[in-house]
């Protein structure tokens, strides 16, 4: 069955980094486009990055650009969210999510925390 497994999350101070990984298993990765989300305590959901197949499209919420950068390993059914000057309204729970054949699978999720 799909599996996502996050980690590499954290406590960090005000400009510093991070680097999430999320290990897929379960079904062929590199055949479906991979998404980080996060959660921050009271508000939705929203979606941060995300990856195409292959690896040559990204795209990212406004709110990061230019700060995290989304990549993968398909030899290792990993998707990276690396994290740079790291502000305190990144934190929030981070989770990585797929849909395979119409069904949406989340990870457990990953605790940002960027605090002084």
């Known amino acids: 069955q799909v599996q996502l497994v996050e980690s590499g999350g954290g406590l960090v101070q005000p400009g510093g980094s991070l680097r999430l990984s999320c290990a897929a298993s379960?079904?062929?990765?590199?055949?479906?486009?991979m998404t980080w989300y996060r959660q921050a305590p009271g508000k939705d959901r929203e979606l941060v990055a995300s990856?195409?197949?292959?690896?040559?499209?990204?795209n990212y919420a406004d709110s990061v650009k230019g700060r995290f950068t989304i990549s993968r390993d398909n030899d290792k059914n990993e998707v990276y969210l690396q994290m740079n000057s790291l502000k305190p309204e990144d934190t929030a729970v981070y989770y990585c999510?797929?849909?395979?054949?119409?069904?949406?699978?989340w990870g457990q999720g990953t605790q940002v925390t960027v605090s002084s």
């Open positions: 999510s797929v849909i395979v054949q119409w069904q949406a699978y």
């Open positions: 379960g079904f062929t990765s590199s055949m479906y486009a």
């Open positions: 990856i195409s197949g292959g690896g040559r499209y990204t």
